[in-house]
């Protein structure tokens, strides 16, 4: 029974997923049939991409736990469940030091916009990871 249950609702997400198909579509038509500006097309074509690889990565993910149930045991497995926590952790650690450090670079080279953004970013990432932490509390 609780079989079913999984696989109902992952088969209502995959509705959301379809949906960046025809965002897809639509995207390239708007790049073909439009004449915008180089920049324009160029940043239209990197959020196609973008919803494109999200939209196709999550349906393959959702068909393989509807239909291999030793891929679903796998990724629902405790301990492989703690490493990918540790490991986004720690690789969320070097990926704070290496914006922190391209911060500094960006100051020493006297490139004063982009040490502005990276230090914003690095700031603003222990928030983001209070927020993320407050509602996934808050779900369990």
């Not at 992952?10 to 639509?26: E, M, Q």
């Not at 070097?94 to 911060?103: F, M, P």
């Not at 914003?120 to 983001?128: E, F």
């Amino acid at each position: 029974m609780k079989n079913k249950t999984i696989k109902g609702n992952i088969l209502k997400r995959n509705i959301l997923w379809y949906f960046g198909y025809a965002v897809t579509l639509g995207l390239i038509l708007l790049i073909v049939l439009t004449d915008f500006p180089e920049k324009i097309d160029l940043a239209l074509t990197v959020l196609l991409v973008v919803v494109f690889s999200i939209s196709h990565t999550n349906i393959l993910y959702n068909r393989m736990m509807r239909r291999d149930d030793d891929f679903r045991v796998d990724v629902m497995d405790e301990r492989n469940i703690s490493i990918r926590e540790k490991s986004g952790n720690i690789g969320n650690m070097v990926n704070i030091s290496l914006l922190g450090l391209a911060t500094v670079i960006f100051i020493a080279f006297d490139y004063v916009f982009p040490a502005i953004v990276t230090g914003i970013i690095v700031a603003v990432q222990p928030v983001i990871l209070i927020f993320i932490s407050r509602a996934i509390e808050k779900r369990m």
